[in-house]
């Protein structure tokens, strides 16, 4: 007869639990800690931060809307009094399922009874030449602050030559989704108020943002509707929305399209999609999912695995009801796949048999400045402008980690919708190298 893990509670040897390994303390990652803490079992956290990052507002760090201990929370900080759980600040670079063992950079092993995959995303350039090198992706916190440090220098650098020969200053944003549209909202309000608030002498005519995507629309994930709101808001805003055109090329100062155009660019910023090729969840299987996905059957394990488990924008999660399609890569899936994970990692230690995911969809959102969004919720349909831009708040601050953070960014955006601080605009040496 199977032993049940918690006859275990009150073992005076931790050692004989059995041990869950989690990569990644991400969204999905942190979710499947949380639901496995004070359980029966160990726990290591494996992570190459020691920080949590809560990524949809890594856009305002990077245009100096919020700081970045702002959006960072410390991991051991959410599992200190989780006397069953470890953190262990590392980079795996192996996983050996033959014999169960994680690999570290620095060749110590550690072993486990079932593996958590949360290794979340990177972003996808699609091969597109010097892409990877010179543009700047948003998904990381040094990401944010190497974007905030080369937006704020092209502005220092800019101003410098408008005492001379003014040129016109470029900053291009690839991608439609969220965060292309987020960021290039959230841009150009920081262009105004460096003008405004700071005494910038610039031009405005000569600051230029584009918005540049290869579909039709932006936002093709929400309906029509709220694709042709979110353009007029941002065209309003001074933003140049340039939908049907590809990127051939990015330089070191300057981007290529396929139409034959090279503009210069102050920086080029990178939000054409995300991908798991390169991570340790496209090295599972020899057969991958899309964008490099580890595939998954609906309880969440590796279709040939009985102990690897991949949960969030590291696994392709197939749709209830229809098999061939995937789950989206958002940050909600990444939260309830990294419960459900958890759930069906203490159900099979207590013999019982898995259950499937299922995803109960929240909606999706996108805001576009300090007045406007949009938001698609089930049920309710589309809503939009302050409305919607009220819900974004309310939705991001609830799901913040951390009191002292959501009271820091709750201030910082009340002070921001009725006045605009000098907040922190501040380049900052060491972000140019963080890597």
């Not at 049940?4 to 303390?25: I, K, M």
């Not at 030449?129 to 650098?157: C, H, Q, V």
């Not at 070191?252 to 340790?280: K, M, N, Q, Y």
Request: overall charge neutral; aromatic content about 8%; some cysteine.
């Amino acid at each position: 007869m199977e032993t049940s893990p918690r006859a275990h509670v009150d073992s005076p040897d931790p050692a004989s639990l059995p041990h869950v390994v989690v990569v990644g303390g991400g969204f999905a990652g942190v979710s499947a800690v949380r639901a496995l803490a004070h359980q029966a079992v160990r726990v290591t956290l494996i992570d190459r931060h020691n920080f949590h990052t809560f990524l949809p507002l890594l856009y305002q760090v990077a245009t100096a809307g919020l700081e970045p201990a702002d959006v960072a929370y410390p991991i051991r900080t959410i599992f200190g009094h989780a006397k069953n759980v470890r953190v262990r600040h590392a980079r795996v670079s192996d996983v050996e399922r033959e014999r169960n063992v994680v690999v570290l950079e620095d060749g110590t092993e550690i072993s486990y009874d079932h593996l958590v995959v949360a290794t979340g995303a990177v972003a996808a350039y699609f091969d597109i030449p010097g892409a990877k090198n010179y543009s700047m992706p948003l998904y990381t916190l040094a990401n944010a602050r190497r974007l905030r440090n080369r937006l704020l220098r092209s502005l220092e650098d800019a101003e410098v030559a408008a005492e001379t020969v003014p040129k016109e200053l470029n900053f291009v944003v690839v991608g439609g989704g969220p965060t292309g549209v987020e960021t290039a909202g959230a841009l150009s309000e920081l262009i105004e108020i460096v003008i405004r608030r700071d005494g910038m002498k610039l031009d405005p005519v000569n600051v230029r943002i584009r918005l540049v995507d290869v579909a039709s629309r932006l936002l093709t994930a929400f309906p029509d509707r709220a694709s042709s709101y979110a353009r007029e808001e941002l065209e309003s805003m001074g933003v140049d929305v340039e939908l049907g055109r590809s990127v051939v090329e990015v330089e070191p100062h300057a981007i290529r399209f396929s139409d034959g155009e090279r503009l210069e660019a102050g920086a080029v910023v990178w939000a054409g999609g995300v991908t798991a090729v390169g991570t340790i969840a496209d090295q599972l299987e020899e057969t991958s999912g899309p964008n490099g996905r580890a595939l998954v059957n609906g309880d969440l394990r590796l279709r040939d695995s009985d102990n690897v488990w991949c949960v969030g924008d590291a696994a392709a999660i197939p749709q209830r009801g229809d098999p061939s399609k995937f789950y989206p890569q958002l940050a909600p899936v990444a939260i309830q796949s990294g419960l459900h994970c958890s759930k069906q990692i203490l159900r099979l230690l207590e013999g019982e048999a898995t259950e499937p995911f299922h995803y109960r969809d929240k909606g999706i959102m996108a805001t576009i400045g300090r007045h406007a969004a949009v938001a698609k919720i089930p049920h309710v349909g589309v809503i939009r402008g302050t409305v919607g831009w009220m819900a974004w708040l309310g939705l991001h601050l609830w799901y913040l980690v951390g009191f002292r953070n959501r009271l820091r960014v709750f201030i910082n955006w009340t002070w921001r919708y009725f006045d605009w601080p000098s907040g922190p605009r501040l380049i900052v040496a060491d972000a140019e190298t963080a890597k």
